[in-house]
């Protein structure tokens, strides 16, 4: 099933990638021995991550399963075993599935609310082309078009091929025969800045010429819509951008075949060759740019992503293969941004900057490398250099083949010996000719240790609650700790208390009690707090909590001015608590949001009150 990644869908032509969970719920260490893949298909599944690993007590790891079917289209089966030391599951095995139909060609539009955002701005001369097939010959649908105040516009009036600026009302040329339904059309226009001359060229000949107003402003561009408005029903493919005005012969000799995005000029490109044909291609909104190492990609809005129509497809308009041999072409992004080749400025938005960690202390970051050319990638080395080289280490590499389209994730982590600011280099090498050394900066603070020596945190579980213990062996500045809890050992962990810090040489003890552990599971965790505001998370500690009634507790009481709220029955989130006078007059409602949640008590008079729950529990309080 799709729900649980263990089928993997529909593939086009470039592998997919599914990532699994191996959790240990249990207290000591899962030590997996082996992970295989058999069975009839099983030459279509890779597993691309460590197949032997040790996995703490409370902690996960990840399996990742490339599927990359070769041959004839149709389904591939196959089974993975897990093998490990649980003893009653020492062969974790699952089936896992995916089927080959075929890569998408181009992209089909609704005409309803379907479009695709360029971040792209431009300015003076240009060339827009496209392969265009409409479904209706009424209207103003848009096939790329920008700032519908000061921008350009490439479009269909009432089935007529058009052009403009903002400035003429987007009425500069107009071809006067009308396109026909249904069929593919390449479609260009050119603007020459320099004596405003703008042309329109229909399946590589000249239809309309004509002086444009002088000018434009471009902040974006849009592929299928003007404006929000005016959307095309049809299919697109090959839209590419110039900053230069392309001839005739240039415009005909090319319009037949696929570009490699390295044409001079050229300022993007995007082919459309993407997901899969008719498919369910629900991940697949970006629209891959062709040229540069950061790419100018689109983002899709709107589009169903299921079937024959508002999805990608499998007919497009070039004919003849590419005009020329395709390229790879390598782009680095950190944190989601492009990282510049030869960047030699470190920042935390590109993942180039890791911030600061402590001497001997750790922290990872993920690079992205992205093939967005049309020929496949090869990484032959990611190697660090530099200075302080060795207070980095490649803890992942990306695979040696990423196909075109395709990403592949590597992990840098610095771990400094010595205090200081680090400085290195990344070094991607691969077959992309004009950037076979795609180098860029990195950074990182080391500082002093967290000054607390945890000797051990456990907890254990009683009755009605939970008691935690710790212990540390020395200590330093430290203001104190926080007590963390979570019901999965993963996610949505919450503070459930702190205790202030003895800052003893020789370090303390510590207690704790949770009084409403959830029924079930309960993982619980430090965060210790220095003085100046660094933290460090301790081990994870779980038990099972099997108390049999809902447990709600108030206090301190008698209260000065905050009491707190805890409870640990899930049906009492978001139910509203009463606080009443010893007269009965209700002088406060409380929405509970959570577990364990403060109430402002200091405007109440000094007396008696009451806490009423909706499970109809009342807790007295007294107000001093």
């Known amino acids: 099933t799709s729900a649980d990644h263990t089928d993997f869908g529909n593939i086009g032509a470039n592998p997919i990638s599914r990532t699994f969970v191996i959790a240990n719920t249990g207290n000591t260490s899962l030590t997996v021995s082996n992970i295989s893949i058999t069975g009839i298909d099983a030459a279509d599944f890779t597993i691309t991550s460590p197949t032997n690993l040790t996995v703490a007590a409370g902690a996960t790891a990840n399996l990742v399963i490339e599927f990359a079917p070769t041959g004839a289209q149709g389904t591939r089966n ?44 431009f300015s003076g001369s240009y060339t827009k082309e496209a392969w265009i097939k409409t479904n209706t010959l009424t209207g103003f649908p848009n096939i790329l078009s920008g700032d519908p105040g000061t921008g350009t516009a490439l479009f269909l009036n009432n089935g007529r091929l058009a052009a403009g600026h903002a400035a003429s009302g987007f009425t500069d040329v107009l071809d006067a025969t009308p396109l026909l339904s249904g069929v593919w059309y390449h479609v260009a226009v050119t603007y020459n800045a320099a004596n405003n001359e703008m042309n329109l060229y229909k399946d590589g000949v000249l239809v309309a010429s004509n002086t444009s107003a002088a000018g434009y402003t471009e902040t974006l561009q849009q592929i299928g819509t003007f404006a929000g408005e005016n959307y095309f029903n049809g299919t697109i493919d090959e839209v590419r951008i110039w900053n230069i005005v392309r001839t005739p012969g240039e415009i005909f000799g090319s319009k037949n075949c696929e570009l490699n995005g390295s044409e001079t000029g050229l300022i993007a490109y995007y082919n459309f060759n993407q997901g899969v044909q008719g498919a369910n291609n629900s991940g697949v909104t970006t629209l891959n740019d062709l040229h540069g190492n950061c790419p100018l990609n689109g983002t899709l809005t709107g589009f169903a992503l299921n079937g024959s129509t508002s999805n990608w497809v499998a007919d497009g308009g070039t004919l003849s293969g590419s005009c020329t041999a395709q390229v790879p072409n390598i782009s680095v992004a950190g ?34 490398i992205t093939n967005n050319g049309g020929a496949t990638l090869s990484i032959s080395n990611i190697t660090i250099t530099g200075a302080d080289a060795s207070s980095f280490t490649l803890v992942s590499t990306a695979p040696a083949t990423i196909f075109p389209g395709e990403s592949k994730s590597f992990m840098v982590r610095f771990m400094p010996q010595t205090v200081g600011i680090k400085n290195a280099s990344i070094i991607v090498s691969s077959n992309d000719s004009d950037e076979s050394a795609y180098n860029f900066a990195i950074r990182g603070e080391a500082t002093n240790p967290t000054p607390v020596s945890l000797l051990y945190f456990r907890a254990k579980a009683g009755i009605d609650l939970v008691k935690l213990t710790w212990e540390t062996t020395a200590e330093l500045n430290n203001a104190g700790f926080e007590i963390q809890r979570s019901s999965d050992g993963r996610n949505n962990w919450e503070r459930i208390g702190y205790v202030t810090g003895l800052n003893r040489v020789n370090g303390g003890k510590y207690f704790f009690d949770d009084p409403a552990p959830l029924k079930g599971l309960n993982a619980y965790r430090l965060l210790q707090l220095d003085i100046d505001g660094r933290g460090t998370f301790s081990a994870i500690d779980v038990v099972q909590f099997a108390g049999n009634k809902p447990i709600v507790q108030t206090y301190p009481n ?25 007269t009965g007059v209700t002088v406060a409602t409380v929405r509970l949001t959570a577990y364990r949640q403060q109430v402002d008590m200091s405007s109440l008079s000094r007396g008696l009150y009451f806490i009423r729950f909706t499970d109809g529990s009342v807790q007295r309080v007294i107000k001093k």
């Open 558 to 582: 008698p209260v000065a001015e905050r009491l707190t709220i805890v409870f640990n029955d899930p049906t009492l989130l978001n139910t509203n608590v009463k606080i009443s006078s010893s």
């Open 335 to 368: 944190n989601g941004q492009c990282v510049i080749i030869g960047d030699a400025t470190p920042s935390t938005a590109d993942n180039t900057d890791f911030g600061m960690v402590a001497v001997n202390d750790s922290t990872d970051k993920v690079f992205v």
């Open 78 to 121: 196959a089974t993975v075993t897990i093998t490990n030391n649980d003893s009653d599951e020492a062969a974790f095995n699952f089936a896992i599935a995916g089927q080959l139909i075929g890569p998408g060609k181009a992209l089909a539009f609704d005409g309803i609310n379907d479009k695709v955002d360029l971040n792209l701005a």
